[in-house]
T-cell receptor
Framework: SQQGEEDPQALSIQEGENATMNCSYK?????LQWYRQNSGRGLVHLIL?????REKHSGRLRVTLDTSKKSSSLLITASRAADTASYFC?????????????FGQGTELSVKP | GAVVSQHPSWVICKSGTSVKIECRSL??????MFWYRQFPKQSLMLMAT?????????EQGVEKDKFLINHASLTLSTLTVTSAHPEDSSFYIC??????????FGQGTRLTVV
């Protein structure tokens, strides 16, 4: 399977704490994206990091990419109860046509007020 | 970002019937559309890739005779689940990409087969 792995599978923290999720993948990529999904709902695109980038920020989100280790991390700072959701990384492999994404297994984040 | 509309957002059907799900790109021409399936508490699994005007490419293990995909125009792709059974109950999500664009996702369709 091309599907990547994410850890932890589940994470429970208190409001105000930081949450870190990791993603590993198997093939060389064009880019890696992070998505959020609330229970039973569609995907919300959070951030895209290209293969030649090492770090990217968007608001309270910080994403890193290490192509030598084929891994990425998503950091959510000062978490809020509204951040409770499942988070997925998705990779766009270099040999694929644009837009074909392979998703990681996801991390279920619970932020307790 | 671009808008992709998926319809219906949920559907309940009887076992043995067929269900059609539509995926439309509203403000761009989608040369490629992708269909994913997501079972409860699991990740999204790519089912197939469809290019406008040509046959869809299915991922390993996905029955092309059961999941019929049509991409007849640059703004519309349809997924038909034929002879649906309870094990086909799932969340189906489409995404669309244009030339040199990232993929944009629809809102998803929750299919329940009873």
């Amino acid at each position: 399977s091309q599907q990547g792995e994410e850890d932890p599978q589940a994470l429970s923290i208190q409001e105000g704490e930081n949450a870190t999720m990791n993603c590993s993948y198997k093939t060389s990529i064009n880019n890696l994206q992070w998505y959020r999904q609330n229970s039973g709902r569609g995907l919300v695109h959070l951030i895209l990091i290209r293969s030649n980038e090492r770090e990217k920020h968007s608001g309270r989100l910080r994403v890193t990419l290490d192509t030598s280790k084929k891994s990425s991390s998503l950091l959510i700072t000062a978490s809020r109860a509204a951040d409770t959701a499942s988070y997925f990384c998705a990779t766009d492999a270099w040999y694929n046509q644009g837009g074909k994404l392979i998703f990681g297994q996801g991390t279920e984040l619970s932020v307790k007020p | 970002g671009a808008v992709v509309s998926q319809h219906p957002s949920w559907v309940i059907c009887k076992s043995g019937t067929s269900v059609k799900i539509e995926c439309r790109s509203l403000d761009f021409q989608a040369t490629t559309m992708f269909w994913y399936r997501q079972f409860p508490k699991q990740s999204l699994m790519l089912m197939a890739t469809s290019n406008e005007g040509s046959k869809a490419t299915y991922e390993q293990g996905v029955e092309k005779d059961k999941f019929l995909i049509n991409h007849a125009s640059l703004t519309l792709s349809t997924l038909t689940v034929t002879s649906a059974h309870p094990e086909d109950s799932s969340f189906y999500i489409c995404s669309a990409s244009g030339v040199d664009t990232e993929a944009f996702f629809g809102q998803g369709t929750r299919l329940t087969v009873v």
